[in-house]
């Protein structure tokens, strides 16, 4: 690149720059020349299609399939066919893209330059654009290596005669309309005078006409790119100002394509062909290829006064090329011991983690050998918790522990009731860590013998439990300590002191006689054996929680690789999915199942205010909130930053023209400051908003977030002010007003205030033995419930049975007011079908409804309650942020591993659902402990320094004086001494007398 700046120097400084530039026919071996850019090249190749029925040599006609694409918005597979050239009565050549097949395979046309070795040049051609009516295509010419060097120009008719325009990217930039210009901003523009641009067809009255010939340049050198659409220049890019300037050398190429990319060609053809026209091509341009003493010849011999004019419309032919021109060019890969150290060290770390976790979870799962010890049994909360305990959200991954011991610690919770008692096998692990040792015994009472042997004397913690042994114990714990009897737990804050009589147990010689504690040795009455109070379980909410979970996993899975049975109308590879999206999609695959996460939330941030009616409560809510849910939110994002950058979703780019559905999509974020900037965004967003970081995440589920967090504020208020209302009247109406008003506001708060009077019916007026005790109230109650989940789901299903042009969600959505307007949505611009971040109607009616039912309906609650359901509940909040990250990386990836080995698309979809979720289900017990410590740990931290107070503050010395060090000096005599009185330190000191020799002692 170097070279060309320094060869291009040379001929403005040391040649007359208005020289008289030579027009004749030769051969042109002192290269091309441009008066008005001032830009010498040393190689042509120059054809006019209407001189010729065949395809010059300098040019390959090319003929692909591809068997996937590279763009997140392309919905078709491009090739090329060389059928499709076609010369058109020796006046043009005719670049045709055929209609598309059902497999959405779109042929069109490709030249590409035999050479590639071209490297910086003027490159002109005479377009002629598809006819009006025409579907979107794109006729191109492109210089392109690969994705980071490459420059375009495409003139794009798309579907209607009225936005048609002419793009000009360099470095596969987005297809953006402000890169290039509308055919009616060119309509207006004059054509700059040059007496080449009347061939093949020309431009009328001087102006350019997109739908007429019209000349297309692309000008390409080291310092700049400049476009030129009908002479005038429309486009510069400056090296300068953009990094990564396309600079190797490649081929040239000229096509008529379209992908159906809505931002750009859209199409492609349906019924009919669509046809562009090539009058001429004139290419100018230097040549990698050619050697250094070849080019320092050049420069000596030709003066610029013998170059070629490049606007001399005589010119004919190319430059003359070896074998070598023709070979693509590749770059040595560099050698940097560095990296590749670098590369080994992070290796072995990760292969030495590996084998970490291996071993850590192969300790774990297998089970002890040594039988002769007993692994202490600690009392685990069953899955199911009372209302007092749950102030947690659904989605804040409350991980509850499934006791695998006892068959009976999941409970039928239909009718609402459990066990009045609960067996424990073992004292709690607190209180046996709390209990003082007696006079003369070990830690947990076992007597330790005055004369005995020495290792007697230390006794050794099992890291298992709290039991102390010894390591020469030949005897079984059965034998050391009887099974003590049932009590209930004490309390963290309770101390315990065995102060009754203790039994010995006779052991062998060399053995320590151990000592058993009985009933009666307990204090009375605080440890007498008296049964767990009742719990009401609430299984069934936990099971709705997890079965909301997989069914916005399963919706996502079908936007990203199945999207028609999840979109009306969306493409279909097969006639099943059609039928899928009107019998599934509406119950299942739709965004109705996000609200019951918004409802079921309040009750657990609720119930302990409403029971207890303190402040606490509230304030403990309060401060819990915001660290519990962005912690984990935070560090799976922080998580995402990174397989995003190292380019583990690059496949996701691949996948629209394989899957149909431009709906995953996901960018880098410019720099790590970004990242933080939208996590702070996320924590005071305001709904309906969307959040900025839903652009960098996999999947845009960050949005429900800003809802939970500023809906905790609105219910955690709300229920202050409600309970606070005794009168039931009053309480409903005041409900009412809350209901309507967030409703007509089109805020995600009526879900919130929905839920928030589900569970004060519950909690406050006992609804649920009420009605069981009216057997006629309850059905009639639960009926209506029925009714408003059924139509929620009939507000779905009716438009895909019934064709009709009613929409209830669009109607529903045409009567709210414009946010900055004030006018009804339905008269202004906004009007259409809700965004998927709105609220519904029916959506409230289904999560409302739902909830309800589950309260009220025993079968429903025994279905709930089953095991699948309860084993995965802890885990919902780590498959609600992860799910994303494995379809968007590993699915994709795979996805286009097994197009490429062509696998039919069922068969292909099938295999990539089924490793996907079978990943996803593994990483659960690895990830969600994490996101548990994160979350659960560091909130807890959070408040309680948020409700105990400050230790006093002390001195940073404390308690040493505050001049320790600045309150003594070295002396004249080298003895260190105090400031203040002169007393001497150090080993000069005598005998303590502070005064060390020849010291004086200030006045």
Request: net charge neutral; with cysteine; charged share 15%.
């Amino acid at each position: 690149m170097l070279y060309f700046r320094l060869f291009g120097a040379a001929f403005v400084h040391f040649l007359p720059a208005l020289a008289e530039v030579s027009s004749r026919q030769g051969n042109c071996s002192c290269g091309f020349y441009d008066s008005q850019t001032r830009e010498l090249f040393t190689d042509s190749v120059i054809i006019y299609f209407n001189e010729t029925t065949n395809l010059p040599s300098d040019f390959v006609a090319e003929e692909y399939v591809q068997n996937y694409g590279k763009d997140w918005n392309a919905l078709y597979r491009e090739g090329a066919d060389p059928s499709n050239l076609r010369f058109n009565n020796s006046s043009s050549l005719e670049l045709v893209v055929q209609p598309a097949t059902d497999d959405h395979l779109v042929k069109g046309a490709s030249l590409r330059t035999t050479r590639r070795d071209i490297q910086h040049g003027s490159f002109r051609t005479l377009i002629k654009a598809p006819d009006q009516w025409a579907r979107g295509t794109a006729t191109s010419m492109m210089w392109k290596y690969n994705e980071s060097e490459i420059t375009e120009l495409s003139v794009m008719n798309t579907n209607s005669h009225e936005d048609p325009w002419v793009g000009t990217f360099v470095n596969n930039e987005f297809t953006a309309r402000d890169l290039g210009m509308n055919f009616s901003q060119l309509l207006s523009q004059p054509t700059a005078n040059r007496n080449y641009t009347t061939l093949g067809g020309g431009l009328s009255n001087g102006s350019v006409d997109p739908w007429k010939y019209t000349e297309y340049r692309i000008d390409w050198t080291a310092d700049y790119i400049n476009f030129y659409i009908g002479g005038n220049l429309t486009r510069q890019v400056l090296h300068q100002d953009k990094e990564g300037m396309p600079s190797v050398p490649s081929a040239f190429y000229f096509k008529h394509w379209s992908t159906g990319n809505r931002y750009s060609m859209r199409g492609p053809p349906e019924k009919r062909e669509s046809v562009a026209e090539i009058a001429w091509i004139r290419m100018f341009f230097n040549s990698s290829s050619m050697s250094q003493r070849a080019r320092e010849d050049f420069v000596v011999r030709c003066p610029l006064t013998e170059a070629c004019s490049m606007d001399d419309t005589a010119l004919r032919g190319s430059s003359p090329y070896a074998d070598v021109a023709t070979e693509e060019w590749v770059q040595n890969p560099p050698k940097d011991i560095t990296r590749i150290l670098a590369l080994w060290v992070s290796v072995s770390c990760i292969a030495f983690s590996t084998l970490l976790l291996i071993h850590t979870l192969i300790r774990r799962l297998t089970p002890k050998i040594n039988k002769d010890i007993r692994k202490p049994v600690s009392v685990s909360p069953s899955v199911s918790t009372t209302d007092e305990n749950q102030d947690e959200d659904p989605l804040e991954l409350i991980a509850y522990t499934l006791s695998s011991s006892d068959n009976n610690s999941v409970h039928n919770s239909a009718n609402g009731s459990s066990p009045s008692s609960h067996k424990h096998n073992s004292v709690d692990k607190i209180a046996i860590e709390k209990l003082e040792p007696c006079p003369g015994t070990s830690t947990l009472g076992g007597s330790t013998p005055k004369d005995g042997p020495s290792r007697h004397n230390s006794v050794l913690f099992d890291s298992r439990g709290p039991t102390p042994f010894d390591s020469n114990f030949n005897t079984t714990r059965e034998e050391l300590y009887p099974p003590l009897p049932e009590m209930q737990p004490v309390g963290q804050d309770s101390q315990l002191t065995l102060t009754g009589p203790r039994t010995v147990i006779n052991a062998p010689e060399d053995k320590i006689a151990m000592e058993t504690v009985t009933e009666s040795a307990l204090p009375a009455p605080r440890m007498h054996i008296q049964p767990p109070p009742p719990r009401q379980r609430i299984d069934h909410l936990a099971g709705l929680t997890a079965l909301c979970s997989l069914v916005v996993t399963l919706m996502h899975f079908g936007l990203t690789f199945v999207p028609a049975i999840v979109q009306p109308g969306a493409h279909a590879h097969s006639a099943s999915e059609p039928w899928a999206q009107r019998i599934i999609g509406p119950f299942l695959l739709n965004q109705m199942w996000l609200g019951v996460f918004f409802t079921t939330s309040v009750r657990f941030l609720t119930v302990p205010y409403l029971r207890k009616g303190k402040m606490d409560d509230i304030a403990k809510a309060a401060v819990r909130r915001t660290p519990r849910l962005m912690i984990p939110v935070a560090s799976i994002a922080l998580l995402e930053y990174f397989f995003i950058d190292v380019g583990a979703t690059k496949f996701l780019k691949y996948i629209p023209s394989l899957t149909w559905s431009t709906w995953p999509y996901v960018t880098r974020y410019n720099n790590f400051a970004q990242y933080l900037s939208e996590v702070l965004e996320l924590v005071f967003l305001v709904p309906n908003a969307i959040p900025q970081i839903t652009l960098h995440y996999c999947t845009g589920v960050l949005w429900t977030i800003a809802v939970q967090l500023q809906g905790s504020w609105l219910v955690l208020l709300g229920v202050v002010v409600v309970h606070e209302i005794k009168t039931p009247q009053k309480r409903m109406c005041y409900y009412a007003f809350c209901l309507i008003s967030h409703w007509y506001a089109q805020s995600w708060g009526t879900y919130l205030w929905l839920g928030l009077l589900l569970t004060d019916l519950d909690v406050t007026y006992k609804w649920k033995p009420y009605l069981k005790a009216r057997p006629l109230a309850h059905y009639a109650t639960l009926t209506f419930f029925w009714c408003c989940v059924g139509a929620g789901f009939a507000v779905n299903v009716v438009p895909n049975w019934i064709d009709t042009d009613f929409n209830f969600s669009t109607a529903e959505r045409g009567i709210h007011p414009d946010a900055a307007t004030g006018e009804a949505v339905l008269n202004t611009d906004s009007a259409g079908y809700p965004a998927y971040y709105t609220p519904r109607l029916n959506g409230l009616l289904f999560a409302g409804g739902m909830q309800a039912v589950v309260e009220l309906s025993a079968a429903v609650q025994w279905f709930l309650s089953t095991r699948p359901f309860l084993i995965l509940f802890p885990h919902v909040f780590t498959i609600y942020l992860l799910h994303g990250l494995v379809f968007w990386t590993y699915g994709s990836w795979l996805l286009v591993f097994l197009a490429d080995r062509g696998f039919t698309y069922g068969v292909n979809v099938a295999i990539v659902g089924v490793t996907s979720y079978a990943l996803l289900f593994c990483s659960l017990p690895i990830v969600t402990p994490v996101i548990e410590a994160l979350g659960k740990d560091v909130t807890a931290l959070v408040w309680m320094t948020a409700q105990q107070k400050s230790p006093p503050r002390r001195r940073t010395l404390f308690p040493f004086p505050e001049d320790l060090f600045t309150g003594r000096r070295v002396n004249g005599t080298g003895v260190m001494e105090d400031v203040e009185t002169g007393m001497g330190f150090g080993k000069d000191v005598k005998d303590g007398a502070g005064v060390s020799n020849g010291a004086k002692v200030k006045a």
